[in-house]
């Protein structure tokens, strides 16, 4: 039998600050220790040939860590969107950033514009990262931006009982992007946190006890094999 590889594998990527903290260290170290794992995950996706990795890197509520968190996470991004380009460029990784970008810094959001528009040819496998998002904000943007289309064109009303989900899916931020398959998350919780709402909808879910800094490539390939066992029904009898 062929291995069921998922299109779309999501991660909420969680416990850095609890992998710090059991190592005695602070919370900081975690979070740069994550971004190996981002590394091996993102070669471990295009070995298994999937087709779009998309990763919660920090959510509109992570705004309200301490000052320095926030700040040392916001760095890590520019500094690590640096060091691996070359390498994301090498492996044909198409790279996009999805989220409140208002809300980013102007460094963070020229780092994420010059390797979004550097990699936008890339065909490999598509690397979502979710920064400054939520999925009520989403929910909220995408609602706010079919009024926004209605108020400038009124005769548009009249089509609005036709539309169906797949016509308002385009309202996402997430537009163009399949629906996650699989999502993952790491450190054992089991909620959403704000993540993709919408998009989740029929989505198989996994967590697993790893914290985000120990999930690498073995990890990642044992999460797939799970994902293959799943039997995905779709409210249908089989
Ligand atoms: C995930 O790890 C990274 C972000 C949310 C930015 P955490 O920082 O949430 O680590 P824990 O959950 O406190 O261990
Ligand atoms: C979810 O993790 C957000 C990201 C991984 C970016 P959190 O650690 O912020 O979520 P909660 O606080 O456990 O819900
Ligand atoms: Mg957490």
Redesign the pocket.
């Known amino acids: 039998m062929d291995k069921k590889i998922p299109r779309h594998v999501s991660i909420?990527?969680?416990g850095n600050g609890r992998w710090a903290q059991e190592r005695g260290k602070e919370r900081v170290y975690g979070h740069a220790n994550g971004v190996e794992s981002v590394r091996a995950c993102v070669e471990a996706a295009a070995e298994e040939g999937v087709e779009y990795l998309s990763l919660?890197?920090?959510?509109e509520?992570?705004w309200n860590r301490p000052e320095s968190e926030v700040s040392t996470l916001m760095g890590l991004m520019v500094k690590s969107i640096a060091n691996e380009a070359e390498a994301l460029m090498k492996q044909g990784v198409r790279v996009m950033f999805l989220g409140n970008r208002s809300r980013l810094s102007d460094p963070v959001n020229s780092a994420i514009d010059g390797l979004m528009e550097a990699s936008k040819d890339n065909k490999t496998l598509t690397l979502i990262i979710?920064i400054s998002y939520s999925g009520k904000w989403d929910i909220l943007e995408a609602a706010k931006k079919l009024a926004r289309e209605i108020a400038a064109d009124p005769s548009k009303l009249d089509s609005l009982d036709d539309m169906d989900i797949a016509s308002f899916d385009k309202y996402f931020v997430t537009a163009g992007i399949p629906d996650p398959d699989f999502m993952i998350r790491t450190s054992g919780?089991m909620?959403i946190?704000n993540?993709m709402l919408w998009q989740l909808a029929y989505t198989e879910i996994l967590s697993v006890p790893t914290l985000w800094p120990d999930f690498r490539k073995p990890e990642f390939r044992a999460a797939l094999a799970e994902y293959a066992k799943r039997d995905r029904r779709y409210g249908k009898v089989k």
């Open positions: 909420i990527m969680d919660f890197a920090f959510s509520e992570n979710f919780e909620r946190s993540y």
